[in-house]
Nanobody, 125 residues
């Protein structure tokens, strides 16, 4: 398992932007698919975005397409989630995840190899 540490969460007004970062330890980041999930109070955890091991493929849930962008820097063992045009419904704890295989919203998230501790994103109206 990788140790994943998220950062970049915070409070922002609707329409604003935030960039989340997830740093992976262990030096194997480039061999892992990575992505983001989120969990809002009273709701199930849901897939947000993911990126393949070499960054050639990205996946997004419909509600964030065109607003969020996932990217990775293998030299820094870090994956990023740039979130623009944020909406109050984006408020949640965002979790970074990593796995040997690429994953998407159709994957069983309970089977993913590694998870971060989460970072809070709050969007005020």
């Amino acid at each position: 398992q990788e140790e994943l540490v998220e950062s970049g969460g915070g409070l922002v007004q609707a329409g604003g932007s935030l960039r989340l970062s997830c740093a992976a330890s262990g030096g194997t980041d480039s061999r892992l698919a990575m992505g983001w999930f989120r969990k809002a109070p009273g709701k199930e955890r849901e897939f947000v975005a993911s990126i393949s091991r070499l960054g050639g493929s990205t996946y997004y849930r419909d509600s964030v397409k065109g607003r969020f962008t996932i990217s990775r820097d293998s030299a820094k063992n870090t994956v990023y989630l740039q979130m623009n045009s944020l909406k109050p419904e984006d408020t949640a704890v965002y979790y970074c995840a990593a796995d040997r295989n690429v994953f998407s919203e159709y994957s069983d998230s309970t089977q993913l190899d590694s998870w971060g501790q989460g970072t809070q994103v709050t969007v005020s109206s």
